[in-house]
């Protein structure tokens, strides 16, 4: 059997590659192998820093595929950079597995580099270590970033009149999770895509930004209270996902999209971008001066009761 060592040089000590090659050469003087690693951060930036623990019978199914788990720990850390605004530049993945298993080890690190590479992300070290044997499995990634000083996307930035918008579409993950058998819904669910592109294009553009993991009304909540204000959401406006109803559209968690708030005299930019990215950009309401409420009104304008989003410690 392979040991510890042999298991993190054969499936985790890779060679950067990818699309910004030259890029990550540059970002990183040491990496896997030594006691920590040695970064080089570019002159001018601020570093973002994220941690996002996956646990087995918590956050996935107890013998979920590997590879799509490994796609999916990396896209919800990807999807909080892009909420900041930041470029993703480094991970760090500790792992706790039950055993050794090296078809599990092989799919993991497929999903894992997949998307690494896709976004120029360079793994730069972790820790690996046994789990008994009763579980659970627990993925842990932490991702570092960079934004322009001054130009992360806050919670707190959020104006009175401004316009609410939300990317993609929301309660697929839910209705995945609801409906196994619905494929398109199965993939928003295991294999989410980060708005890296989106987020770094919002800096400058938008005034507060989140990533929708807990549920849409949830995380707008959480601009709400960052920001002192309240807002007002159509509900027909709302980018639903096909065949997804109210409660997974506004209280379905996991969608990995960017709910993001912007002065209106910012439409046509806005409206450019999501033509520019090939990604819908759905306007669904605006901030209101006064307590941190969201109002989410139906087609008759009466306000909708809303479901609370995902809390672990809810009682
Ligand atoms: P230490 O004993 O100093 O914590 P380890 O023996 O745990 O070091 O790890 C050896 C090297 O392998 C370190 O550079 C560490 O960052 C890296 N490493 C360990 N596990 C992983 C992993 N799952 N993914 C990436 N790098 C890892
Ligand atoms: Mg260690």
Redesign the pocket.
Known sequence: MATE?EL?RKY?ERAPRGARRGALARSVALG????A?LLLPSAGMELAVSTDLLLEGRHFRAGADARKLGHKALAVNLSDMAAMGAAPRWA????ALPAADETWLDGFAQGFFSLAARFGVE?I????TRAPASGPLSVCITILGEVPSGLALYRAGALPGDDIWVSGELGGAALGLAQPANAAAARRLDEPEPRVELGERLRGLATAAIDVSDGFAQDLGHILERSGVGAVVEYARLPAFPGADAKQVLAGGDDYELVFTARQERRAEIEALARELKLALARVGSIQKGEAALQVLDAGRRAMPLARGFDHFAP
């Open positions: 060592f993190i985790f896997i192998g030594d006691d690693a760090t993945l500790a792992l793994l070290g972790g820790d690996t």
